[in-house]
């Protein structure tokens, strides 16, 4: 019996399960599901694991598939005898996990982002009835292995979507911009992506060091000075109030996904 079984062999999965070696897992005590040849070949060159196209009886369980597919791999590794669940689909329920694994077995429900596939990740967590805190702690340290984890609410995952899962295509947005009108400005472009990609991943780590972003701002913001002018500009536009209203716009999506 496998000690981890990861159903789904696609770029969150191997995401996982890159973090997961690299912290020790050993590549005999974990399986990866699979059914596309091609993709369980890769799989098993790069990271030396055996992949199956089957899911077999596992002591653990991530499923990492398509959200519509999720119910009918949830069901197959409970009946497998897999003694817990984390799912990282977006929008699927634990109300629906509990439905077709019986309500009996303890469920973790996470909700990812993308920057997991450089060990970047922001991912919040909840467990149903059943999961305890043990289940709770196996969950974190699995998506710990590939960046930040927080617990929460179900009911909160809705607006975690809104700002973490959506969140690198704003700042992705926001980059193009910068990267845009500094060519209007005369740079290169090749200048251009090289400055703004710099200065996003500077400003975030100091982001990261934990002193409050209006402070950080302050700090760069002289009183009349080309930094007080920029963000004149930004504020004018209405910067806040369009992130205001994306966030809010992501969140009600996810719930009618949830929903559906």
Known sequence: MAE????????????LLGGLLRHGHGTESIVVVEPVELRGKELTEIY????????????STILATKPDIIPKVARQAAEKGTERLLSIAAGVTLATLDEVTGGSL?????MPNTP???GQGAAAI???????DE???WAEAILGAVGTVVRTDEKLLDAVTGLSGSGPAYLFLVAEAMIDAAVLAGLSRAVATELAVQTILGAATLLSEGRPPAELRADVTSPG?????????????GLREAFAAAIEAATLRSRELGQT
Request: charged content about 20%; hydrophobic content about 45%.
């Open 106 to 110: 303890p469920v973790v429900r996470a």
């Open 48 to 59: 030396g694991v055996r992949v199956t196209a089957e899911i077999e009886p596992s002591d």
């Open 225 to 237: 000075g080309t930094t007080a002018a920029g963000l004149r500009e930004l504020e004018h536009h």
């Open 116 to 118: 997991a596939l450089v």
């Open 126 to 132: 909840c467990g149903n009835s059943v999961a305890n």
């Open 135 to 137: 289940d709770l702690a």
């Open 4 to 15: 981890l079984l990861i159903v789904g062999g696609g770029k969150m999965g191997a995401a």
